[in-house]
Nanobody
Framework: QLQLVESGGGLVQPGGSLRLSCEAS????????IGWFRQAPGKEREGVTC????????NYADSVKGRFTIARDNAKNTVYLRMNSLNFEDTAVYYC??????????????????????WGQGTQVTVSS
């Protein structure tokens, strides 16, 4: 059974960068869709990015487009979220999530957390001066 463990969160100054990791164990990610989500204090959890290796698709929320990049290391069975030009509004707990959907692109449009059924425990990202 797939399990996800996030790491890489921390405290960073505005304008700085962080790389989050989502390490998968138990099963290859080849046919899973991976999403990153975040939840800021007092706010709903929102989709940040979605990646479908088998469908060859990536999608980003408008708020992070051009600043965040999702990438995968097949050998390590790990998905990364590279975050650049961080600002105060990026402060949140970041979660990676997965759902088994081979060859179908579910990453279009709004990145909907209801489509994902496997979740990591989250990692805190704090942007502060």
């Amino acid at each position: 059974q797939l399990q996800l463990v996030e790491s890489g969160g921390g405290l960073v100054q505005p304008g700085g960068s962080l790389r989050l990791s989502c390490e998968a164990s138990g099963v290859s990610l080849d046919y899973y869709v991976i999403g990153w989500f975040r939840q800021a204090p007092g706010k709903e959890r929102e989709g940040v990015t979605c990646f479908s290796p088998s469908a060859g698709s990536r999608n980003y929320a408008d708020s992070v487009k051009g600043r965040f990049t999702i990438a995968r290391d097949n050998a390590k069975n790990t998905v990364y979220l590279r975050m650049n030009s961080l600002n105060f509004e990026d402060t949140a707990v970041y979660y990676c999530a997965a759902v088994w959907v081979p060859y179908r692109d579910i990453c279009t449009g709004v990145i909907d957390q209801r489509k994902f059924d496997i979740w990591g425990q989250g990692t805190q990202v704090t942007v502060s001066s």
